[in-house]
């Protein structure tokens, strides 16, 4: 892990949020090379979500909601992590993972009185991860809501908060009936939404994986309840293939089942990832029955209720919620990628073998010398046309193996350079007109022709 994070700063990935002031506990920034690695993932899921299914349809609603609709779903009463407090060096911490990390099934939406039982039975094999002490607080339920101030002008938080979404799927879940009324979707079908999401996350651990500011890609799928099993496990096989079609290793990727379900839900299963840490949630696939439309519809008095054009019946649908944040897919990704390798006889390069499609910069094109003005200019001439259709870079900063290393450091697939050779000035006057393009994964380089540079990178 300590290595991945700091490829991912050195290389301009991820830096830790306002650094110059010290960070800011579980808030991170994209880098110039982050920005487009998270782009690619975001334009992936959404192609296979809303592109590639003819009866799903984008959104993208405000961060901002009315209050009361955080009351409807659960989360103003009931959206907590258990925290406890080290008395000796005063780390706070999840009393569900801790319990976890010794082999105990607990999670955070077992009762205060529940865990702290757990957590009584257990105290002697539970140390804190930060002084390793074994002298806690009991578990308190802790709100994961984020407050503000907006449009509240009294000067008083607590009076009327409003909240910073803590999910992005209630802004779909207010938004069904705007959609019906106004595409031309029929149960059942799905809405999905990008978009950021905020939560008083208690441990600020782990990098990327948990953070306070991030962003979910979820997709809220609607269906008839005499459907919603067949439906569920219909989105279980999609979602879990969608992660090997983007070139996720297989054996780094398993199924998790919930035993402990929130009363409403009817099933709940996890994608689980091996992160450097190992095994955690990177997706969620839950059959949620008619609980959002339901409450939503007690709270704001609209009916949300579906009247089928064919039959005439009325219900209200249910939902399969497939939900996966931005940035645990980033890590994974990044994960997935991250390769030592040794080359020659003591030394190793470091290569992010992305898939294809995800790599930030897919060519990078280089002059042999950077002091030759024939050679620039063919360069440049060349890295005009591949721009137009990969995402390219220029590079002609020291030499043409650390720009090999700095490449490879960053994922790019492909490196093309332009040597005398090209411009007619080498000794094989054959070669002229002609490129290297060098391979990441195998490094092996080849000569082509300039014409077919085109077509052989976009095969
Ligand atoms: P966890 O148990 O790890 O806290 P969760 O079960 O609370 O996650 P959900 O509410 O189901 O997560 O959110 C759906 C997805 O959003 C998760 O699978 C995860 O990929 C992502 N996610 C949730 N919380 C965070 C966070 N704090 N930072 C980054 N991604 C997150």
Redesign the pocket.
Same mark, same amino acid.
């Given at each position: 892990m300590e290595k991945i994070i700091s490829l991912a700063k050195r290389r301009g990935f991820v830096f830790p949020s306002s650094e110059i002031y010290g960070g800011f506990a579980?808030v991170y920034d994209f880098g110039p090379y982050g920005v487009e690695l998270a782009k690619n993932i975001r334009e992936a899921w959404w192609k296979a979500m809303v592109y590639d299914h003819e009866n799903i349809v984008g959104l993208d609603s405000a961060i901002f909601m009315h209050p009361r609709v955080w009351e409807a779903s659960g989360h103003v009463g009931g959206f907590s992590?258990p925290l406890a407090e080290c008395r000796n060096c005063h780390a706070r911490v999840r009393v569900d993972h801790l319990l976890e990390e010794v082999g105990v099934l607990a999670?955070?939406k077992m009762t205060e009185v529940e865990i702290n039982k757990l957590f009584a039975e257990n105290r002697e094999k539970i140390i804190c991860p930060k002084c390793g002490k074994k002298d806690f607080t009991e578990a308190k339920s802790f709100n994961l809501l984020v407050q503000s101030n907006l449009g509240n002008f009294t000067g008083d938080w607590n009076k009327e908060p409003t909240y910073l979404r803590g999910?992005t799927c209630q802004g779909i879940y207010v938004n069904f009936k705007n959609v019906l009324d106004s595409s031309r979707v029929k149960v059942p079908f799905g809405i999905a939404q990008i978009g950021k999401?905020f939560?008083n #996350?208690i441990t600020a651990r782990q990098f990327?994986?948990?953070?306070?500011e991030?962003?979910?890609m979820?997709m809220q799928y609607f269906v008839h309840p005499s459907t919603a099993e067949a439906t569920y496990e219909e989105w279980r096989a999609k979602r879990f293939q969608y992660y090997l079609d983007l070139g996720i290793k297989k054996e780094n990727l398993r199924w998790h089942q919930h035993e402990n379900l929130v009363f409403y839900a009817k099933a709940a299963w996890?994608i689980e990832y091996n992160f450097p840490f190992g095994f955690?949630?990177? #997706?969620?696939v839950?059959n949620r029955s008619d609980y959002d439309l339901t409450q939503h519809s007690k709270f704001s008095g609209v009916d949300l209720s579906y009247r089928d054009p064919q039959t005439n019946e009325k219900y209200i649908p249910w939902i399969v919620e497939t939900?996966?944040?931005l940035?645990?897919?980033f890590l994974a990704v990044l994960t997935d990628a991250y390769t030592e390798e040794k080359v020659g006889e003591d030394d190793t390069r470091i290569v992010l073998k992305f898939p294809k499609k995800l790599a930030p910069v897919q060519v990078a094109v280089f002059p042999l010398l950077k002091n030759k003005p024939e050679l620039v200019e063919k360069a440049r001439e060349i890295y005009q046309a591949l721009k137009q259709d990969f995402r390219s870079e220029f590079d002609d900063n020291g030499n043409v193996g650390k720009r090999y290393r700095r490449q490879d450091e960053i994922g790019t697939p492909y490196c093309v350079t332009i040597d005398f050779d090209t411009i007619g000035q080498g000794e094989d006057k054959s070669l002229e007109g002609t490129v290297t393009v060098r391979d990441r994964d195998t490094m092996e380089q080849k000569r082509v022709k300039i014409e077919d540079l085109q077509n052989i990178l976009n095969q």
């Amino acid at each position: 892990m300590e290595k991945i994070i700091s490829l991912a700063k050195r290389r301009g990935f991820v830096f830790p949020s306002s650094e110059i002031y010290g960070g800011f506990a579980a808030v991170y920034d994209f880098g110039p090379y982050g920005v487009e690695l998270a782009k690619n993932i975001r334009e992936a899921w959404w192609k296979a979500m809303v592109y590639d299914h003819e009866n799903i349809v984008g959104l993208d609603s405000a961060i901002f909601m009315h209050p009361r609709v955080w009351e409807a779903s659960g989360h103003v009463g009931g959206f907590s992590d258990p925290l406890a407090e080290c008395r000796n060096c005063h780390a706070r911490v999840r009393v569900d993972h801790l319990l976890e990390e010794v082999g105990v099934l607990a999670d955070e939406k077992m009762t205060e009185v529940e865990i702290n039982k757990l957590f009584a039975e257990n105290r002697e094999k539970i140390i804190c991860p930060k002084c390793g002490k074994k002298d806690f607080t009991e578990a308190k339920s802790f709100n994961l809501l984020v407050q503000s101030n907006l449009g509240n002008f009294t000067g008083d938080w607590n009076k009327e908060p409003t909240y910073l979404r803590g999910e992005t799927c209630q802004g779909i879940y207010v938004n069904f009936k705007n959609v019906l009324d106004s595409s031309r979707v029929k149960v059942p079908f799905g809405i999905a939404q990008i978009g950021k999401a905020f939560r008083n #996350e208690i441990t600020a651990r782990q990098f990327i994986f948990r953070k306070r500011e991030f962003e979910q890609m979820e997709m809220q799928y609607f269906v008839h309840p005499s459907t919603a099993e067949a439906t569920y496990e219909e989105w279980r096989a999609k979602r879990f293939q969608y992660y090997l079609d983007l070139g996720i290793k297989k054996e780094n990727l398993r199924w998790h089942q919930h035993e402990n379900l929130v009363f409403y839900a009817k099933a709940a299963w996890d994608i689980e990832y091996n992160f450097p840490f190992g095994f955690k949630e990177l #997706e969620g696939v839950h059959n949620r029955s008619d609980y959002d439309l339901t409450q939503h519809s007690k709270f704001s008095g609209v009916d949300l209720s579906y009247r089928d054009p064919q039959t005439n019946e009325k219900y209200i649908p249910w939902i399969v919620e497939t939900s996966v944040g931005l940035d645990r897919t980033f890590l994974a990704v990044l994960t997935d990628a991250y390769t030592e390798e040794k080359v020659g006889e003591d030394d190793t390069r470091i290569v992010l073998k992305f898939p294809k499609k995800l790599a930030p910069v897919q060519v990078a094109v280089f002059p042999l010398l950077k002091n030759k003005p024939e050679l620039v200019e063919k360069a440049r001439e060349i890295y005009q046309a591949l721009k137009q259709d990969f995402r390219s870079e220029f590079d002609d900063n020291g030499n043409v193996g650390k720009r090999y290393r700095r490449q490879d450091e960053i994922g790019t697939p492909y490196c093309v350079t332009i040597d005398f050779d090209t411009i007619g000035q080498g000794e094989d006057k054959s070669l002229e007109g002609t490129v290297t393009v060098r391979d990441r994964d195998t490094m092996e380089q080849k000569r082509v022709k300039i014409e077919d540079l085109q077509n052989i990178l976009n095969q």
